[in-house]
C-alpha cells in the first residue's frame, strides 16, 4: 500500500472515531433525560409508593395462598377477587403484586378491572 491511501485511511478512521465518539455524547446525554424523565413520571403517580415497597417485600408474583396469607383472607377469596377483576394475575396464575397492594390500599372502593374473557367485570369509575 501507498503512504497516501494509508494516509486516507487514518483521516477516514479518524473522521469515524469523531463521529462515533460525538454520537455515543449524544445517545448518553439522552440516556439520562430519559431517566430524569421515568424518575418524575414515577414520582407523580406514587409508582414507588405502597405498590412499590410491598413489590421489594414480597416480589412482582407471588402463589394465591402467599397473596390470602399477607391479605388475612381465605386462597376463595383471593379466587373470587380474581374473578371479579379487582385482583390481576401472571398468565401462569400468579398474583400480581401491585394489583393486590392497589386493591387492598383502596378500602375495596378500586373499579374492576378488564378480564381475559373481555369485559364482562368492567365497569367505569
Known amino acids: 500500500m501507498s503512504q497516501d491511501v494509508i494516509a486516507l485511511r487514518a483521516d477516514q478512521l479518524n473522521e469515524l472515531q469523531q463521529h ?42 407471588i402463589p394465591k395462598n402467599r397473596a390470602a396469607k399477607i391479605m388475612s383472607v381465605s386462597v376463595n377469596t383471593i379466587i373470587k377477587y380474581i374473578g371479579e ?3 390481576d394475575t401472571a ?11 392497589e386493591w387492598a390500599n383502596s378500602g375495596g372502593k378500586q373499579c374492576k378491572r378488564r378480564t381475559r374473557g373481555g369485559v364482562k367485570n368492567f365497569k367505569e369509575c
Open 20 to 61: 462515533l465518539t460525538g454520537m455515543t455524547r449524544a445517545l448518553t446525554a439522552q440516556q439520562a433525560e430519559a431517566a430524569g424523565i421515568i424518575a418524575l413520571f414515577r414520582s407523580q403517580l406514587g409508582y414507588e409508593s405502597i405498590a412499590g415497597e410491598w413489590v421489594r417485600e414480597h416480589g412482582e408474583v
Open 85 to 87: 377483576g379487582y385482583i
Open 91 to 101: 398468565p401462569d396464575g400468579r398474583v400480581l403484586v401491585r394489583s393486590l397492594a
